[in-house]
């Protein structure tokens, strides 16, 4: 059984507790057992009410079991689990009696839809309860009423922001916004469900606040079309087109407001089944399986390992990197002394900590206080001071073998022999770094991407010098800090930057052929990049590029020899937006090209007729080739933890699968035909690799599961 019912003083306890599992999730066989409850309940003359409650520590409800979803095998069924998960909430909202939702952990998904036909949410203070209804990141909508309840309880706003945008919302802001009617501490839950079915509290419940400009826009036809249509613009302006799921929950939510609740549902189930068989609903589902399973790996098959807890840090260098990174150990409760070489590189560093804490506060995501607090966590220093006390140093400065290695050395004589001693490094060689160490088998290196507060990827490099203890340790931490960690092998260019450097210099070899930055850019959001390749290269700095791709190319040899264009913008000084001059500048507010710079390359950009396929081919296909190398290399262990880095450190499209999910989608024998044609016409730079001529070879797949 998976509801236990308990009745105190006419008051049913429903108690849920999925047998054999560590979390509550809403299955068919699970809703049917619910409803089969609360039929039963209903049936109970003398009941005042029901409370539904868990057992599970920190998990309310954490949504639907995705496995379920991932299991229709076309529409009809899609619309038909849709329609019969609907059955719940509303069964509950006709019942007799009231009903009070007690939640306390991660209520999500199918576990808000369920509650949003409660009479009555309360909801604990404790920073693990959180309420969303994220599933139009795996492709669909909430199928469960969602799209129709939610707007009536919170207006049509903030429902539009938290089901379009995927939201998962502190219950802080949910007792704001009307979502839960009260927040209590853990301890008292239970007794204040009791006590508001008992003195009748849920009849005086809170109606949410309008505006009058909120009664306006959202209480009339007329204001609600202005809504959906910016909310529509907004949407194509984010994605592109590229991902059905919102579009087609903003006309389900408008399609309840106005034709209600019973036609609503009808078109919510529609909407539900008509998602849940595209492509992109598989591919987002199967990333959420991915991820989960990269959540488990521990960075090493040894299950004996005793993890170093990470309790005081130092971080050298408060440089952007170094200032994120300190940010980052402080919000999670870490202490962390900053070092930099002079008072006023640590001044900026600090400014941009407390700008990154203010972002928060300004968000309601933190109180002033809890900034301070943070903020205090912070010791900034121009000397190994306390550092002996450290568990762990992340070093962050300038991207030079020399200076690092000196910097290392220095630093086994200021930290106790357990401190793990990481760094930050892009592309040099963990082995080089820790050349002048004498325990080299606690250096690791630990490359956040930029900016840290935003970009969720960490490779952890490891070295056949690292040991296992250092590797676990880093894993577990780089989880623990909200990041997603990828081990990878100690070689040039790591794993991200050595697959992104050979589409760069192909964009660059595109505009040698006439076709202007903002055009290839463009090319490359239509495939659903972030960002073109020139506003990355101004983003990331086009300095720091030509340093990777050099060493890259010491490395690799002509296949990755670099465009002489990168070479002549630095030597003129263009270095991207860290000082304003690159393939874009600013005009006002205005981005445009900076036509100055064809000058310094000695061309400029034709006038295009159209737009060919194979510009985005070759782009794309150099980073497939490219990623095929890195798994033949075992650069990364699978396919899928490869996906991870790239959607995580580079924004590679999710709706796509991944890297190599889309390689997976178009055939081996597709990429091995196409990487031929690129290599006849244009050299060595396409030749393909022998990870797939050996999987065409034997008929075998990227992925074994479809």
């Not at 900590?353 to 912070?378: A, G, N």
């Not at 393939?583 to 060919?612: D, L, M, T």
């Not at 880095?645 to 989608?665: D, N, Q, T, V, W």
């Amino acid at each position: 059984m998976t509801f236990h019912v308990e009745t105190k003083n006419n008051i049913a306890i429903v108690n849920f507790d999925l047998e054999g599992e560590k979390i509550n999730k809403i299955s068919t066989p699970v809703g049917e057992e619910l409803e089969k409850v609360v039929k039963e309940l209903s049936k109970q003359t003398l009941l005042k009410g029901m409370i539904l409650i868990s057992s599970k520590p920190d998990i309310f409800i954490a949504g639907a079991d995705i496995n379920e979803i991932l299991a229709i095998q076309n529409v009809e069924e899609g619309i038909q689990k849709s329609a019969h998960a609907q059955r719940l909430p509303t069964l509950i909202e006709s019942l007799p009696f009231p009903t009070v939702a007690a939640i306390d952990g991660a209520c999500l998904g199918g576990g808000l839809e369920l509650v949003l036909g409660f009479t009555y949410r309360i909801a604990t203070n404790s920073d693990k309860t959180k309420l969303g209804l994220p599933e139009v990141s795996l492709g669909i909508l909430p199928g469960m009423g969602g799209c129709c309840r939610l707007p009536e309880v919170v207006g049509l706003r903030p429902a539009l922001d938290m089901i379009l945008g995927a939201k998962v919302w502190p219950a802080i802001k949910c007792l704001k916004t009307g979502l839960v009617d009260e927040m209590v501490p853990k301890e008292l839950l239970l007794s204040r469900a009791i006590e508001v079915i008992e003195k009748g509290l849920w009849k005086k419940r809170k109606k949410s606040k309008f505006s009058l400009l909120n009664l306006l826009l959202e209480k009339n036809r007329l204001g609600r079309s202005f809504i959906y249509k910016k909310a529509k613009e907004s949407i194509l302006q984010k994605t592109r087109g590229h991902y059905p799921a919102p579009l087609k929950a903003l006309d389900v939510i408008y399609e309840c407001l106005d034709r209600g609740l019973t036609d609503g549902l009808k078109k919510e189930s529609e909407g539900f089944g008509l998602l849940v068989e595209t492509e992109t609903c598989k591919n987002l589902i199967g990333l959420f399986f991915q991820r989960e399973a990269t959540k488990k790996l521990t960075g090493s098959s040894n299950t004996s390992l005793k993890l170093q807890k990470i309790k005081h840090s130092a971080v050298i260098g408060a440089g952007a990197m170094g200032a994120g990174i300190a940010q980052l150990l402080s919000f999670k409760n870490i202490s962390v002394r900053l070092k930099d070489v002079n008072e006023l590189a640590l001044g900026k560093g600090l400014a941009v900590c407390r700008k990154l804490y203010q972002e928060l506060v300004d968000r309601r995501h933190l109180t002033s206080r809890e900034l301070d607090q943070k903020m205090f966590l912070i010791g900034p220093t121009t000397e190994f001071r306390g550092f002996k006390r450290v568990d762990l140093v992340i070093e962050a400065v300038v991207e030079d073998l020399a200076v690092k290695q000196k910097l290392f050395s220095a630093l086994e004589s200021s930290v106790s022999k357990d401190a793990i001693l990481a760094t930050n490094t892009s592309s040099l060689s963990i082995s080089d770094i820790a050349a002048q160490c004498q325990y080299k088998d606690r250096v690791v290196g630990m490359h956040f991407f930029n900016p840290v507060h935003k970009m969720p990827l960490v490779e952890i490099i490891v070295d056949p010098i690292t040991s296992d203890q250092t590797v676990v340790t880093i894993v577990e931490l780089t989880k623990q800090l909200g990041k997603v960690p990828v081990v990878v092998k100690n070689k040039p260019g790591f794993l991200v930057n050595r697959i992104l450097m050979p589409y760069m210099n192909e964009a660059a070899y595109l505009l040698e052929e006439g076709i202007a930055p903002s055009i290839i850019d463009d090319v490359m959001l239509d495939f659903g990049m972030p960002m073109g390749p020139f506003t990355l290269l101004d983003s990331v700095g086009i300095d720091i590029a030509q340093k990777a791709a050099h060493v890259l190319h010491q490395t690799f040899g002509d296949r990755m020899k670099v465009h002489p264009i990168l070479d002549q913008v630095i030597q003129a000084g263009y270095y991207g937006n860290k000082n304003q001059k690159g393939f874009y500048k600013r005009e006002g507010k205005r981005r445009v090209e900076n036509k100055a710079i064809y000058s310094v390359i000695g061309f400029k950009p034709k006038e295009q007729e159209y737009i060919s396929d194979e510009w985005e081919t070759r782009m794309v296909f150099q980073m497939i080739n490219e990623a095929a190398l890195c798994l033949e290399e075992k650069i990364v262990a699978s396919p899928g933890e490869l996906d991870m880095a790239m959607i995580f450190g580079i924004g590679f499209p999710p709706f796509r699968g991944g890297l190599m999910r889309y390689a997976h989608k178009l055939g081996v024998e597709k990429v091995v035909s196409e990487l031929d044609i690129l290599h006849r016409r244009y050299g060595e730079r396409f030749k393909p690799a022998s990870y797939f001529k050996n999987l065409a070879a034997q008929g075998g797949k990227i992925y074994a599961d479809n």
